[in-house]
């Protein structure tokens, strides 16, 4: 079965442009349901900041109650969805939903940059299969749009495809792949460019 996704509208992508929104919305999808205080811990916030972040999420279908957890006193969210899938694309038709997907980029850019250079600090003391099997790999192609297209399906069919009957063997753990696919900045004549 497919991974559940969720594809944003702009009000959507405005909400998670917000970096401790989407590291509320990304630490739910992977270490499962939490209350604000819990959240807010983790994330260094005050419980009622915290809060505030999750309505928002909650407002826009990121997440959900999680009724099944907790009691009366304690309300616990959870993912309502196990990825999320941004429609850039779309997100022309006006110039407030282009100037959203460009917030809700830079943030992920962010988050990203923030990964990597956690991993870059803690590489040399993870055990030596974990170095082996980790990579900072990049590769510069020549493409035309279609295949570029091509290319990254293939690449994100490969990563969604792959065999989850591993994943509780000991010596198993989190692994991330980050899937960045673009031309080269400063190499492709911008739309409105009069060069």
Same mark, same amino acid.
């Given at each position: 079965?497919?991974?559940?996704?969720?594809?944003?509208?702009g009000?959507?992508?405005?909400?998670l442009?917000?970096?401790?929104?989407?590291?509320?919305l990304?630490?739910?999808?992977?270490?499962?349901p939490?209350?604000?205080?819990?959240?807010?811990?983790?994330?260094?916030?005050?419980?009622?900041?915290?809060?505030?972040?999750?309505?928002?999420?909650? =407002?826009?279908?990121?997440?959900e109650?999680?009724t =099944?957890?907790?009691?009366?006193?304690?309300?616990?969210?959870?993912?309502?969805?196990?990825s999320?899938?941004?429609?850039?694309?779309?997100?022309?038709?006006?110039? &407030?939903?282009a100037?959203?997907?460009?917030?809700?980029?830079?943030t992920?850019?962010?988050?990203?940059? =923030?990964?990597?250079?956690?991993?870059?600090?803690?590489?040399r003391?993870?055990? =030596?299969?974990?170095?082996?099997a980790s990579?900072t790999?990049?590769?510069?192609?020549?493409?035309?749009?279609?295949?570029?297209?091509?290319?990254?399906?293939?690449?994100?069919?490969?990563?969604?495809g792959?065999?989850?009957?591993? &994943?509780?063997?000991?010596?198993?753990a989190s692994?991330?792949?980050?899937?960045?696919?673009?031309?080269?900045p400063?190499t492709?004549v911008?739309?409105?460019?009069?060069?």
């Amino acid at each position: 079965m497919a991974p559940s996704a969720v594809t944003p509208s702009g009000a959507g992508l405005r909400a998670l442009a917000h970096p401790t929104r989407l590291k509320m919305l990304m630490l739910l999808r992977l270490e499962g349901p939490a209350t604000a205080t819990q959240l807010a811990q983790q994330l260094k916030l005050n419980t009622g900041a915290a809060s505030y972040h999750l309505r928002q999420l909650a =407002e826009h279908g990121f997440i959900e109650e999680a009724t =099944e957890q907790g009691n009366a006193r304690d309300r616990w969210w959870k993912a309502a969805h196990e990825s999320t899938r941004a429609d850039l694309g779309s997100a022309r038709s006006s110039e &407030e939903e282009a100037e959203s997907a460009e917030a809700y980029l830079h943030t992920v850019a962010l988050m990203l940059t =923030e990964t990597l250079m956690q991993h870059a600090e803690e590489r040399r003391y993870l055990p =030596e299969p974990w170095q082996e099997a980790s990579t900072t790999s990049d590769w510069h192609l020549r493409l035309t749009p279609n295949r570029a297209e091509q290319l990254v399906d293939a690449l994100a069919d490969l990563i969604e495809g792959w065999e989850r009957d591993g &994943e509780d063997e000991v010596g198993a753990a989190s692994f991330v792949v980050n899937l960045n696919a673009f031309p080269r900045p400063g190499t492709v004549v911008l739309e409105g460019d009069e060069r």
